[in-house]
């Protein structure tokens, strides 16, 4: 699976959007983008992911650039609960693929 | 519907010893996998069942093994116990294989003593 770069944290105020980078210039034609955030004390939680397509569900909002080395995840009215380690993470979902956690980036939403 | 259960959520254990932890996945969800989580390496991976087989395997010694039931109930097991095996064990749940569209369980906090 190709490598995922990110930040080792950042900040954002409660109420504001919180934009969250991740740099993938190794990324395979074939492989997704996946997001997981996790909360302290809890396990890992599902965000979203995509290919080559701006993708947005309730939780969030990935844009993927159009050469695909890079993504932004967008948590568009960021709240204190948001404040957790997110993953950034490049999968190829095909036989044998499975996820491979980096550090992640720690976002902190503060008041 | 419930999500996914992990038994126990702590364990202590003496090295030597062995441990088997219990995953019951989300109701419908055929695939199980395992991540181990230290604060020095991550999180790692495991293992993935899926329809009762091992689908993956991670870079993990032989020590570490697991299974699922026919219900996708899933369990692993560590023997032998080293100090470096504590560490929160985390079960993961999908419908289908692989498992990357993942539901996680809280976790069993396992300390080796």
Redesign the interface.
């Known amino acids: 699976d190709a490598k995922t770069t990110q930040p080792p944290s950042m900040d954002c105020a409660e109420g504001r959007a919180a934009n969250l980078p991740c740099n993938h210039s190794t990324i395979s034609g074939n492989e997704?983008v996946?997001w997981y955030r996790q909360i302290h004390s809890?396990?890992?939680?599902?965000i979203i992911?995509g290919l080559k397509n701006n993708e947005t569900n309730e939780m969030a909002s990935l844009i993927i650039t159009e050469d695909r080395k890079s993504s932004t995840l967008i948590l568009p009215h960021a709240t204190l609960r948001d404040t957790a380690v997110y993953?950034c993470i490049v999968?190829f979902?095909?036989?044998?693929?499975?996820?491979?956690?980096?550090?992640g980036i720690t976002l902190s939403v503060r008041p | 519907k419930a999500g996914v259960t992990q038994t126990p959520r702590y364990l202590i254990k003496t090295r030597g010893q062995q441990v088997t932890l219990s995953c019951s996945p989300i109701s419908g969800h055929r695939s199980v996998s395992w991540y181990q989580q230290t604060p020095g390496q991550g999180l790692q991976f495991l293992f993935e069942y899926f329809s009762e087989t091992q689908r993956n395997k991670g870079n993990f010694p032989g020590r570490f093994s697991g299974r699922q039931f026919s219900n996708s109930r899933s369990e692993m097991n560590v023997s032998t116990l080293e100090l470096g095996d504590s560490a929160l064990y985390l079960c993961a749940s999908s419908l289908t294989y692989p498992n990357t569209e993942a539901f996680f369980g809280q976790g069993t906090r396992l300390t080796v003593v």
């Open positions: 997704y996946y809890q396990g890992p939680q599902y992911h993953y999968v979902t095909g036989a044998n693929s499975k996820l491979t956690f980096g550090k």
